[in-house]
């Protein structure tokens, strides 16, 4: 017999395909969808409005399969990380950040990162594999349940950032249907404004992007010279800092209200002086965005260090006297290793990099 599929992370058109191939009708998909990311049950048996002999044959033929957890952290602040470990041994992070009016969950895409961002911890693993739509979208659902276990309220994940491990835009097909069924009304129903993903600038699947699932767009930019983004966000050499900003102002162009978020990690002497900060108003000149300075969070064995405290201010006064709307992020569960950046988890590098990186042979 062949293997059971997984329903988890079909969306809403794939799983009518799904009841077709099985010669049922589409609206099952919409019960399906229902009891699944709403009502958070996962055992046919329970779906209550499908027929018997429909439950039955689910039973046999297909399963819900969730990421299993393998170690729970909880920050001084209230943060959690989940490692997920998946069927083939690779293990992912997620995290909840829970503050007042919201709870954001920051989540992975990839196990590992084919990147290799000279500051950053999931970096340094190298890359496994792409996560499949079902990878992605079960550490939303996860979340729910180990969020609503933990007493956290009825709809905890307010917000999602596609901010975890590996770049999004790297594994398009799996991130747009996972992101469409956190857009459905009839799965979780979250709005555009309230999903946001991240992005390094990879610049063709920018523009896929805007026309295939507009959610809110954060940009990785963290340098204003070619030279200085090419060490850190090596994908630079591919497309460098106008190809990007153009893409940016693509993504704009038809929904005159949005605003792309900016990310820029804030590196003591490499991108912090004065000079770059207004380099940065001009760049910026014409696109509608919002600024996010993040303190640099320490990975062991990269080289960096935060800009102080005082720098990071006048840098900010600085964009703000420039006309940029500028927050600097506030590091979260830096404790347990889950601040932007840290994320490392546990991955089978195919890369090899990891390896390399401490000298030893591949
Ligand atoms: N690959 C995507 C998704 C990762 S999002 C991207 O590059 O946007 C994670 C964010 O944290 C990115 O902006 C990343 O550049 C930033 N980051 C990585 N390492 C960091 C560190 N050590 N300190 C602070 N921010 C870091």
């Known amino acids: 017999m062949s293997e059971p599929t997984n329903l988890l992370g079909l969306d809403r ?3 009518q395909d799904y009841f077709a191939s099985l010669g049922e009708k589409a609206f099952h998909a919409r019960q399906v969808l229902q009891w699944v990311y709403q009502r958070g049950v996962t055992n046919f048996s329970e779906m209550t409005d499908l027929r018997l002999s429909l439950r039955q044959t689910l039973s046999e033929c297909a399963v819900i399969d969730l990421p299993e957890v393998a170690r729970t952290q909880r920050s001084e602040d209230g943060t959690r990380k989940w490692l997920l470990r998946l069927a083939d041994g690779n293990c992912i992070e997620t995290v909840f950040i829970p503050e007042e009016d919201r709870g954001t ?7 590992g990162c084919m990147l290799t961002c000279s500051f950053c911890a999931t970096a340094r693993q190298g890359f496994s594999r792409n996560l499949s739509a079902s990878e992605i979208i079960g550490q939303l659902l996860l979340a729910e349940q180990l969020c609503k276990n933990d007493g956290i309220s009825s709809r905890p994940v307010s917000n999602v950032v596609m901010m975890g491990m590996g770049e999004p835009l790297l594994n398009y097909d799996s991130v747009v249907s996972a992101l469409r069924l956190m857009l459905d009304d009839l799965s979780f129903g ?13 610049v063709p699947a920018m523009d896929r992007l805007a026309e295939d699932c507009p959610v809110s767009l954060a940009v990785s930019l963290h340098a204003v010279r070619d030279a200085v983004r090419d060490e850190l966000v090596p994908l630079n050499r591919k497309y460098p800092i106008v190809a990007l900003l153009d893409a940016c102002r693509r993504f704009l162009r038809n929904d005159s209200r949005r605003r792309i978020t900016f990310e820029y990690v804030m590196l003591a002497g ?8 207004r380099r940065l108003v001009s760049l910026l000149q014409g696109i509608p965005s919002k600024m996010n300075l993040i303190p640099f969070n320490p990975v062991p064995g990269v080289k960096y260090s935060c800009s102080d405290a005082d720098t990071i201010d006048r840098f900010r ?7 940029l709307t500028t927050i600097t992020r506030k590091t979260r569960g830096a404790d347990i290793a889950a601040a932007c950046g840290q994320l490392a988890g546990d991955v089978l590098d195919r890369t090899q990099r990891s390896a390399r990186l401490c000298g030893a042979s591949p």
């Not at 969950?105 to 196990?111: F, P």
Request: charged letters at 20%.
């Open 13 to 15: 058109s794939a799983l």
């Open 317 to 323: 006064e600085q964009l703000i006297s420039g006309g």
């Open 270 to 277: 490499v991108n912090d002086s004065l000079d770059d900060a």
């Open 105 to 111: 969950l920051c989540i992975s895409s990839q196990a």
């Open 190 to 202: 979250l709005s555009r404004r309230r999903v946001t993903l991240s992005t390094a600038g990879v």
